[in-house]
């Protein structure tokens, strides 16, 4: 099963390799939530996820919690008994191999930022382009 962290690893979990989907949300929530211009989200049942260590939970909206490591601050879970019920989102960045599920769908495009649209583009580096 893939497991994963929070930046300074108080918070580890595992959770299914088969999840019912991975996707890339544009939602400008989450992008408030994370500062990242999108997120990847696994999403499955909360009783096939493990989770060591006690995360802060923020309540977003009226049903949205969203659970991150009070230490660090690493953004890792999402909760939703309104939409998801008996279901944890899973930010999948944080797996220790983020490659192990194939990411299958993007949701909330309708919200995504403009620039990200073309964002696969533009000239990409292996690491930072040495300064001009």
Known sequence: MPTGQCHCGAIRYEMPAEPIYHALCHCSDCRRATGAPTVAWALAPKDAVTIQGDAKVYASSEHARRHFCGQCGSSLFYTNEVVFPGMIDVQTATLD??????????VQVAERIGWMAHAHELPAFERYPAAP
């Open 97 to 106: 191999d983020p490659d192990i599920i194939p990411l299958g769908l993007q």
